[in-house]
């Protein structure tokens, strides 16, 4: 079995995972989420779930297809902050360090 590298961030009941447009890894991954339903009895909704490309990908249908969940694309809005934007875009240059404490602290 080939290794799987994933990184990944966490923040209460979001969590974004990085990984190779690999469709093996994909299903692996699919197991994972299956299993940690299965253990602890918490459920993953994947039709609120998205895949991101970075980059141009041609089998972004079939990973998507293999989870259960839509494509999209950066820039997005994650957590209320911009999420892959460009760093002179207006997104960026109207949140001040106040809105940003604000936001992550809840």
Known sequence: MAEMKVS???FEDDTIVFCDNDC???VNLSCILIWFQAVSGLSVNLTKSSILPAGQLDNMQILAGVLDCKIDFFPITYL???LGAKFEEKAIGT???GD???RLSG
């Open 80 to 82: 209320g902050l911009p």
């Open 8 to 10: 990944h961030l966490l």
């Open 100 to 102: 940003l404490r604000n």
């Open 95 to 97: 949140l001040s360090l």
């Open 24 to 26: 093996e890894k994909i």
